[in-house]
């Protein structure tokens, strides 16, 4: 897509193109910038054919371009919305109106800045006062559906979808995201129909099979998901322009897929690579997807092995199976540093670590060497661990509270205790790392 705020260049069209024209070029551009991968483009392209596919808001927004004051600052405001710089947005869709007061696309602008920032009532009221004016434009009802689910309002939402649809049934992104507001509500069965319907009205789209996939993995139904990404894949064959898209999306799934359904996930990276095999990023994800499934017998013999702290296992897990999100990464990285600095209680974890799962100690030999080489602790950076760990209770939502927090006060959950009482010194120790008792988990 052109880095252009003006709507007939977004399109490729030009000025005095025909109601037809628009449309397909619209689904064009669509199908190259779909929703899934592309959001904010996909916005962008959509605002542009809302307005021009309409004469009257065509002509008001040739009428405001026209304006000399208004294109200045609304171009602008284009550029700081694509550079993340909402509120600067807002502050020159405010200065073009001064030029051309009322104008819907600056108006429009300022309403998906709003929901970027997450001021949603304030978002809601100008879409409310957009399709007041304007009520045969399904844009704005969609727009105020994103508003209300993000809101938490789903039952709101789908009826703002559902009124878009009642004005263009031909557009996939309404049906998928009433599908969604269902799946959100775990109506699944209600999430399906509306989908299924969606593509017979519609005809195929990624946006609703990606929905139905969605479903699939939170039902467990292994057999609908594989009909489903068969479906995905037959799209991609026929359309060129898909392929690309649908090998990103099979890579995703597989990202998220790849701890828990490794097999599953390495089956959908072949896909993706037949799709794009210019990709390179897919075959370093395959190369991931096939050493978990190497080492998913450790790690699941690793996960029951009393011998082994309860904070190592979940460090060497994710070593080896990838955090699932931020939280998850930052929890693991405070604990490795409070170990580091303090790691008598795992010395026993990271020895027994070393000799029972070699393919697993690898994985994260710089962490588990470091301790063993310095069993009185290592110098740590104290206040970044606080800092952390004041972030990581922003993003869970929790409070430290107000007094001051100081790293000897952090509770490390002590090693589990092995059944010893007759176990002498110098038998086998009862972890099964084949050492005498005194020189493995009785240090």
């Known amino acids: 897509m052109p880095e252009s705020s003006n709507y007939y260049e977004i399109l490729g069209i030009a000025l005095n193109s025909t109601a037809l024209e628009i449309k397909k070029s619209y689904f064009a551009s669509v199908r190259k910038y779909p929703p899934e991968r592309f959001p904010e483009e996909f916005k962008r392209i959509r605002e542009a054919y809302e307005t021009l596919s309409e004469p009257e808001s065509r002509s008001e927004y040739d009428t405001g371009m026209k304006i000399k004051g208004f294109a200045q600052y609304y171009e602008k405001a284009s550029y700081a919305y694509d550079e993340d710089r909402y509120d600067e947005a807002i502050g020159l869709s405010e200065k073009a109106l001064e030029f051309s007061p009322g104008n819907k696309t600056a108006r429009n602008l300022m309403g998906m800045c709003f929901i970027k920032i997450e001021e949603y009532n ?29 809101k938490g309002a789903y039952k709101q939402a789908i009826k703002a979808f559902e009124t878009a649809l009642g004005l263009d049934r031909s ?111 897919i075959y370093s994800m395959h190369k991931k997807a096939s050493k978990i499934q190497k080492l998913q017998e450790p790690i699941a013999r690793l996960k029951n092995d009393l011998a082994v702290h309860i904070w ?102 002590p090693m589990q205790r092995i059944n010893t009482a007759s176990v002498g010194r110098n038998e086998p120790c009862p ?9 493995c988990c009785c240090t």
Request: proline letters at 4%; a negative charge.
């Open 431 to 439: 972890c099964g790392s084949g050492k005498k008792y005194k020189k």
């Open 171 to 281: 557009h996939d992104y309404s049906w998928a995201h009433v599908g969604y507001c269902y799946y959100l509500q775990e109506n699944y069965e209600k999430a399906r129909q509306m989908l299924e319907q969606g593509i017979d009205e519609c005809g195929e789209s990624i946006s609703i099979y990606t929905e139905l996939i969605r479903i699939d993995i939170a039902q467990n139904d292994l057999n609908k998901l594989i009909k489903n990404i068969g479906r995905l894949e037959k799209l991609a064959k026929k359309d060129e322009e898909l392929k690309e898209t649908v090998a990103w999306f099979f890579t995703e799934l597989a990202k998220k897929l790849m701890q828990h359904m490794p097999d599953f996930a390495a089956k959908l990276l072949e896909k993706a690579k037949k799709l794009d095999p210019d990709e390179k990023g």
């Open 122 to 150: 304030k978002a809601a009221i100008l879409y409310k006062k957009l399709i007041s004016e304007s009520p045969e434009k399904p844009f704005y009802y969609s727009n105020l559906g994103e508003v209300l689910l993000a």
């Open 312 to 413: 190592i296992k979940d460090i060497a897990a994710k070593a080896v199976l990838g955090y699932a999100d931020e939280i998850e990464e930052r929890e693991l990285s405070i604990c490795e540093r409070l170990l580091l600095r303090e790691p008598a209680n795992v010395l026993s974890s990271i020895k027994h670590l070393k000799v029972e799962y070699p393919e697993i100690f690898k994985e994260h030999k710089g962490f588990f060497q470091k301790i063993l080489d310095n069993p009185m602790g290592s110098k740590v950076n104290e206040n970044e661990i606080l800092s952390d760990m004041r972030y990581l209770d922003k993003l869970i939502g929790k409070s430290s509270g107000n007094g001051p927090i100081a790293l000897d006060d952090i509770y490390i959950p």
